[in-house]
C-alpha cells in the first residue's frame, strides 16, 4: 500500500488540512510544528474534561429504564451488585485509556490505538463501522428521547404524535452540530452546564431516596437476593445493559490533542468522573428501590418519571427536562468527541481528505462534524435504530476489548515507550478478557443478531481494499474521495 508523503498544509478558502496523511509519528520523538498551520487548540481544562466524560456517560437510560439488569439478574440484590461492578469494570477500562493517552498524544480514541498497536486494516474497520452505522444510529437513538422527553410537558393527557418526535429531535440534532461546528469553548461551556443539570437531576432522586431511608422505608431490600435466579445466559445481557450505562468514559481520550497538560489531566479527568458516576448510579438505584418494587419498576415506562410522581407530586413534571437536558449533553458530548476520530483518520489516510479540514478562524473540524448531520438525519427517519444498535453493541466491546489488548502488546512491543501513567498489568489483562467473554457469549445467547453485526463490520474488510489499497482508481474515483 502506498501512502502519501508528509507535505506542508495548505489553505483553501476558509479551512486548512491538517496534518499529512500517513502512519502515526513514533511516540518517543516530537513532531516539529510545521510554520503557519492551523491546529486544534488547547481548550479542554480537566473541569471541561470531566464535564465531557459525566455528561456523555450520563443520558437517559438512569433516569428512564434501568430494569435490564434487574430482568437479567431476578433480584434487587444482584441487581445493585452488577450496577456496583459494571462501574469498578468501567474504571478498569478507563484507566488503560489513561494509559494509552497519556503515552500516545494523538486523539483518535479507539481508532488511533488499534492503528498504533495493530496496523492500518482494523482501525480502519473500526472507523467505517463508526462512521456508517454505530455514531448515526447511536446519535439517533439519544436524540430521540431528547424529542420525547422535552414535549413531555405539553402532551400529559395525550400520546406524543411520532411526527411531532421526529421533528424537534432533527432540530435538537441539528442545534447540536451547529454549536459543535462554530466554538469548541462554547461547546464546552454548554457541557459543562448540562452536566451540572444532569448531577442535580440525580440528586432530585438521590435525596428523597436517603431521606426514604431514614424513615425505615426498607422493605424492598428483605431478602434482597430473593427471586428468579440469574441464568448463566442472563448475566452477560445484564453486564451489557451495565457497560452501556457507563459507555462514555473513553471520550476524552478521542481529544487528547486538544486537553490541556494531558500527563495529568486525562488520569485526573477519568478517574474523578468514574467515582461520581458510579456511586451516582449505585445510589440512584438504591432510591428507586426505597419506593419501588421490583415488579413494579419492571413494568414501569420512565423509572425517575414514576418515583418522582410518587414522592414529589406536582414537581415531577421537572423531571422530563432534565432528561431531555440529559439527552442533549449526551448528544454533544458524543459529538464533539467522535468527530475527532473521523478527523484523525482522514489525517491518516483512511476518510476523505476534506474531513481532515479545520476552520481557520473558528478552529474547529466543521467537516467532520457536518458529515454525520445526513447520515443521522437517514437513521431517524428511515432506520430501524434499535435493531442496528443492538446488531453492532458487541461491536463496540470487541474493539475495546482489541484497544485494551493492545495496551499490552504495547509494553512487550515499545517497553521504551514513555508512560506517565501506567496501570498494573492485571487491570488491562483482567477488561480486555471481560470484554471477549462478552462478546463469545453474545455470539452464544444472540446469534442471529450477533451474527448479522458480525457480517455488517466484516463489511470493512473489502471496502479498506477497495478505497485505501487499491493503487489504480479511477480518476472520477480518486476525485470522489478527495485524492
Not at 470531566?50 to 439488569?69: D, L, M, V, W, Y
Not at 421490583?294 to 415506562?301: I, M, N, P, R, V
Request: charged fraction near 15%; glycine fraction near 8%; hydrophobic fraction near 50%.
Amino acid at each position: 500500500m502506498v501512502r502519501k508523503a508528509a507535505v506542508t498544509t495548505f489553505s483553501n478558502g476558509s479551512y486548512l488540512q491538517g496534518q499529512a496523511n500517513g502512519r502515526l509519528p513514533s511516540m518517543d520523538s516530537e513532531q516539529p510544528t510545521q510554520e503557519g498551520k492551523v491546529v486544534l487548540k488547547k481548550k479542554v481544562t480537566l473541569l471541561r474534561g470531566i464535564s465531557i466524560i459525566i455528561g456523555t456517560i450520563i443520558g437517559a437510560g438512569i433516569f428512564i429504564s434501568p430494569k435490564g439488569i434487574l430482568k437479567n439478574t431476578g433480584s434487587v440484590g444482584m441487581s445493585l451488585t452488577v450496577w456496583t461492578a459494571c462501574g469498578i469494570l468501567s474504571l478498569f477500562g478507563a484507566l488503560c485509556y489513561a494509559e494509552l493517552g497519556t503515552c500516545i498524544k494523538k486523539s483518535g480514541g479507539h481508532y488511533t490505538y488499534i492503528l498504533e498497536a495493530f496496523g492500518p486494516l482494523p482501525a480502519f474497520v473500526r472507523v467505517w463501522v463508526e462512521l456508517l452505522i454505530i455514531r448515526p444510529a447511536a446519535t439517533a437513538v439519544i436524540s430521540l428521547a431528547f424529542g420525547r422527553y422535552i414535549l413531555e410537558p405539553f402532551f400529559m393527557q395525550c400520546e406524543i404524535p411520532e411526527l411531532a418526535i421526529k421533528l424537534i429531535t432533527a432540530v435538537g440534532i441539528t442545534l447540536v452540530m451547529v454549536l459543535n461546528s462554530t466554538s469548541v469553548s462554547w461547546s464546552a461551556r454548554i457541557q459543562i452546564f448540562l452536566t451540572f443539570c444532569k448531577l442535580v437531576a440525580i440528586l432530585i432522586i438521590i435525596v428523597p431516596g436517603v431521606i426514604q431511608l431514614i424513615k425505615g422505608e426498607t422493605q424492598h431490600f428483605k431478602n434482597a437476593f430473593a427471586g428468579n435466579d440469574a441464568s448463566v445466559m442472563g448475566l452477560p445481557l445484564a453486564f451489557y445493559s451495565g457497560m452501556y450505562a457507563y459507555s462514555g468514559w473513553f471520550y476524552l481520550n478521542f481529544v487528547t490533542e486538544e486537553v490541556e497538560n494531558p500527563e495529568k489531566n486525562i488520569p485526573l479527568a477519568i478517574c474523578i468522573s468514574m467515582i461520581i458516576v458510579t456511586v451516582g448510579y449505585v445510589l440512584t438505584n438504591v432510591a428507586y428501590f426505597t419506593t419501588i418494587s421490583a415488579g413494579e419498576l419492571l413494568l414501569s415506562k420512565a423509572v425517575a418519571v414514576t418515583f418522582a410522581e410518587r414522592l414529589m407530586g406536582n414537581f415531577s413534571l421537572a423531571v422530563p427536562v432534565f432528561v431531555a437536558l440529559s439527552c442533549f449533553g449526551s448528544m454533544n458530548g458524543g459529538i464533539f468527541a467522535v468527530s475527532r476520530m473521523f478527523f484523525v483518520a482522514s489525517r491518516e489516510g483512511h476518510l476523505p481528505e476534506i474531513l481532515s479540514m479545520i476552520h481557520v478562524r473558528k478552529h474547529t473540524p466543521l467537516p467532520a462534524v457536518i458529515v454525520l448531520h445526513p447520515l443521522t438525519m437517514i437513521m431517524l427517519f428511515n432506520g430501524d435504530l434499535y435493531s442496528l444498535l443492538n446488531f453492532l453493541s458487541f461491536a463496540r466491546w470487541l474493539f475495546i476489548g482489541l484497544v485494551v489488548a493492545g495496551l499490552i502488546y504495547l509494553r512487550y512491543k515499545r517497553p521504551d515507550m514513555p508512560r506517565p501513567f501506567k496501570v498494573p498489568l492485571f487491570i488491562p489483562a483482567l477488561f480486555s478478557f471481560t470484554c471477549l467473554f462478552m462478546v463469545a457469549l453474545s455470539l452464544y445467547s444472540d446469534p442471529v443478531n450477533t451474527g448479522i453485526g458480525f457480517a455488517i463490520t466484516l463489511t470493512g474488510v473489502p471496502a479498506y481494499y477497495l478505497f485505501i489499497v487499491w493503487d489504480k482508481k479511477p480518476k472520477w474515483f480518486r476525485k470522489l474521495l478527495g485524492k
